[in-house]
């Protein structure tokens, strides 16, 4: 995710927003699949505000290998610890104190350029892990009395990337003299493909063994 340079220094007592690099869009703490994080466009309502709201609480690294280290326990509107668990990302119920010495809820900032950081969980000795499937990707509605009716559309379901299957969407969208329209949407995920593995190189035939030269027949005398 990207984020302020100044953000490791600043983190504790504030609340941030999470901007991905390459999407652009904002950490939220919405489900997508087995995560329970995805991505999302800037809000437009208290309610999504809170959802892409996140608190830092450092954690004192004086006495370990790497006092140096920037480490947080990161919590949502509703004080939920992030985890990193069963290779996804989930919410705790335990306390910010009881957190600092949980490694799945342990989360260093590392950067390479100082402008953006990646958020890697001690524990999992993985990034935050978000399902960038966008449902919304490609979906548009309108009418002729409101016009465009894009932002309204609702989306029930969700997709997980990870696993393969079928999964249903239920768009619905409803203008502004109450009329709805339904359409349910069938997505494909397929197992993902396993590496060929390359085909053993064929053993060299053994060398024919040169033949034994017979001696010369000796010249008979006469």
């Not at 390459?22 to 809000?43: C, F, R």
């Not at 548009?140 to 989306?155: C, M, N, P, R, Y």
């Not at 709805?180 to 397929?190: A, F």
Request: aromatic share 6%; hydrophobic share 30%.
């Amino acid at each position: 995710m990207g984020v302020p340079s100044r953000l490791g220094d600043r983190l504790v007592g504030h609340t941030y927003q999470l901007v991905g690099v390459q999407s652009g869009k904002n950490l939220s703490a919405t489900a997508s699949g087995d995560s329970a994080l995805s991505i999302a466009d800037t809000p437009e309502t208290l309610t999504d505000t809170k959802k892409q709201a996140w608190k830092f609480t450092q954690i004192d690294q004086s006495d370990t290998e790497r006092p140096g280290l920037k480490a947080y326990v990161i919590t949502n509107t509703d004080c939920k610890v992030l985890v990193a668990k069963d290779g996804t990302n989930a919410f705790s119920d335990e306390s910010v104190e009881d957190a600092k010495s949980d490694p799945a809820a342990r989360w260093i900032f590392d950067t390479s350029d100082g402008a953006t950081y990646q958020l890697l969980n001690a524990s999992a000795k993985q990034n935050i892990n978000v399902d960038a499937f966008d449902p919304k990707a490609g979906a548009a509605a309108s009418d002729e009395e409101d016009g465009d009716l894009t932002d309204k559309i609702l989306v029930e379901g969700s997709v997980n990337t990870e696993k393969a299957g079928e999964y249903t969407l239920t768009y619905s969208v409803t203008d502004s003299e109450g009329a709805s329209y339904t359409v349910k949407r069938v997505v494909t995920v397929r197992e993902k493909s396993e590496p060929i593995e390359p085909s053993k190189p064929i053993e060299p035939s053994k060398p024919i063994e040169p033949t034994e030269l017979t001696k010369p027949t000796e010249p008979t005398t006469r």
